[in-house]
């Protein structure tokens, strides 16, 4: 089965707080990507990092890292110094295969993040 | 730089009303999609378009029907609205063979569509 589970459905810290957003994934297919999406309260939905399985290399951006662990299945995002702006839903996303030319996105249920000031 | 445009972005239908969500992209891409999304689901696939003059059922396909007019535009049709159709849509473009671009899937704005 191809799927993807963000357990925590809402979040909310404290502005500078720092904020891991967890993703589990499964899926048979050794070749796959992963992505992780913003969704503002604006509603469109901004990508923010695509990894493909064979890169298990952590991605640091700005304040934004990522670690993915082909052990676990898992793919977790972090916000360090959280900022009011980053309050959004964020999605993790599944492409079981390079080779899939349909492009099927698996979508998590999505996390709902709130940062307060 | 417009990437995907969807129109319209709101419209309310009433209960077996027909409808055409449009969506046209400028990245010059080959496969493009609708999802929609709904509260405490994500989004899920309803159509996807491989490349120009094929298309494809999604996860969701019931009710709808799509047409790939051209390498840009990629409409979604609703023939006879119904309640359960209520939700966001989102058109999508991708270029799946760009190692470049590497099957990053760019998301339109949204419609946000209400069948009462």
């Known amino acids: 089965a191809q799927k993807v589970t963000q357990a925590q459905t809402e979040i909310s810290v404290v502005e500078k707080e720092d904020v891991t957003l967890d993703c589990v994934y499964e899926?048979?297919?050794?070749?796959?990507?992963l992505f992780w999406y913003k969704q503002p309260p604006s509603g469109e939905l901004v990508f923010l990092i695509r990894?493909?399985?064979?890169?298990?290399q952590n991605e640091i951006s700005g304040r934004y890292s990522w670690n993915f662990q082909k052990s676990t299945s898992s793919f977790n995002f972090t916000i360090t110094a959280s900022q009011v702006v980053d309050s959004a839903v964020y999605f993790c996303?599944?492409?079981?295969?390079?080779?899939?030319?349909?492009?099927?996105?698996?979508f998590g249920q999505g996390t709902e993040l709130s940062v307060k000031p | 730089n417009a990437g995907v445009t969807q129109t319209p972005k709101f419209q309310v239908l009433k209960t077996g009303q027909s409808m055409t969500l449009q969506c046209a992209q400028d990245?010059?891409?080959?496969?493009m999609y609708w999802y929609r999304q709904d509260p405490g689901m994500g989004l899920r696939l309803i159509y996807y378009?491989?490349?120009?003059?094929?298309?494809d059922k999604g996860e969701v396909p019931n009710g709808y029907n799509v047409s790939r007019l051209n390498k840009r535009e990629f409409s979604l049709r609703l023939e006879s609205a119904a309640p359960s159709q209520t939700s966001v849509y989102f058109c999508?473009?991708?270029?799946?063979?760009?190692?470049?671009?590497?099957?990053?899937?760019?998301f339109g704005e949204g419609s946000w569509l209400t069948v009462v």
């Open positions: 990894r493909n399985s064979f890169d298990e």
């Open positions: 378009s491989a490349s120009e003059g094929t298309t």
């Open positions: 990245m010059n891409h080959n496969s």
């Open positions: 996303a599944l492409l079981p295969s390079i080779y899939n030319q349909g492009g099927k996105l698996i």
């Open positions: 899926t048979r297919d050794t070749t796959y990507y």
């Open positions: 999508a473009s991708s270029e799946i063979w760009d190692p470049a671009s590497g099957n990053t899937i760019y």
